[in-house]
């Protein structure tokens, strides 16, 4: 018998401490209360069960209740505020370098990935002022859990987490899925995913309406700047599908850069 099946029986009264048992290495047959592997349950200890027993403390059946609010709406302005100010100066930035634009545009993969720099500088601002232009204006700074400031392996995992998970890359219907898919998950959890899996935590103040003021101006100004640049291009190359609306947009022509020479 295995000793763990000799020990309940004993339990049980099936075995007495005066039964005779033997294992492998004994000289011959012992009393159960004199072989060293069993005495322990023939101690006063075992033979009066009988204590207090410790109040059962029920198990947790509920998760950790999330944070009082999330700011889900802060969060949502403040990211696409980042994004819209960093498109701005990033088509602004291929004008004064003198790119063919509508070349540009027609770039698939400089499309696709137009965004992956932004994240890399925003890793930056996170790890040396725990904040971003976008988030600073709406009052919001990153920390870790223990308020320290987040290094720069925690700033770039996060931003990689944010850019995946969080904005789809800004890949229109993909962006759109991730930012529903991270408003469930932020309400259910209290933080969204990026912030959960890296042990961060969101810092507020309360919002000042001179920042709200200069939120909207810079978001303006952000949406315009690439406008600019990205509208007469557009036009452009719907006039060349499209030639019936060749007449409407002479007769009211867009606003447009002066031409600069391609490199």
């Known amino acids: 018998m295995p000793d763990y099946e000799v020990r309940s029986a004993i339990q049980s009264g099936e075995l007495k401490a005066d039964t005779l048992a033997w294992h492998d290495g004994m000289g011959g047959w012992q009393p159960l209360s004199t072989i060293a592997l069993f005495t322990a349950e023939f101690t006063p200890s075992r033979e009066t069960p009988q204590r207090e027993e410790?109040?059962?403390?029920?198990?947790?059946?509920?998760?950790?209740q999330p944070e009082a609010s999330p700011h889900l709406i802060r969060r949502f302005w403040a990211r696409w505020f980042d994004l819209y100010l960093y498109s701005g100066f990033w088509w602004f930035g291929m004008?004064?370098?003198?790119?063919d634009v509508g070349a540009?545009?027609?770039?698939?993969w400089l499309i696709l990935f137009q965004y992956v720099?932004?994240?890399?500088?925003?890793a930056i601002l996170l790890h040396r002022y725990g904040t971003t232009p976008g988030k600073w204006l709406l009052g919001i700074k990153v920390r870790n859990e223990d308020g320290s400031r987040l290094t720069l392996p925690q700033s770039v995992r996060r931003s990689m987490r944010v850019m995946f998970l969080g904005v789809g890359l800004g890949w229109g219907i993909v962006a759109l899925m991730c930012q529903v898919m991270a408003v469930f998950t932020t309400r259910r959890l209290g933080k969204p995913l990026w912030d959960m899996a890296g042990g961060h935590k969101l810092g507020t103040i309360p919002l000042h309406p001179l920042r709200i003021a200069a939120y909207m101006i810079g978001l303006i100004a952000a949406l315009q700047l690439q406008m600019i640049v990205v509208a007469p291009y557009i036009l452009r190359q719907m006039q060349e599908r499209f030639p019936e609306m060749h007449k409407q947009i002479e007769e009211n022509p867009p606003w447009h850069l002066p031409e600069r020479r391609s490199r």
């Open 117 to 122: 720099p932004w994240f890399a500088i925003e």
């Open 95 to 99: 004008w004064l370098a003198g790119r």
């Open 104 to 108: 540009v545009i027609g770039n698939i």
């Open 54 to 64: 410790a109040p059962v403390q029920p198990l947790p059946t509920e998760r950790p």
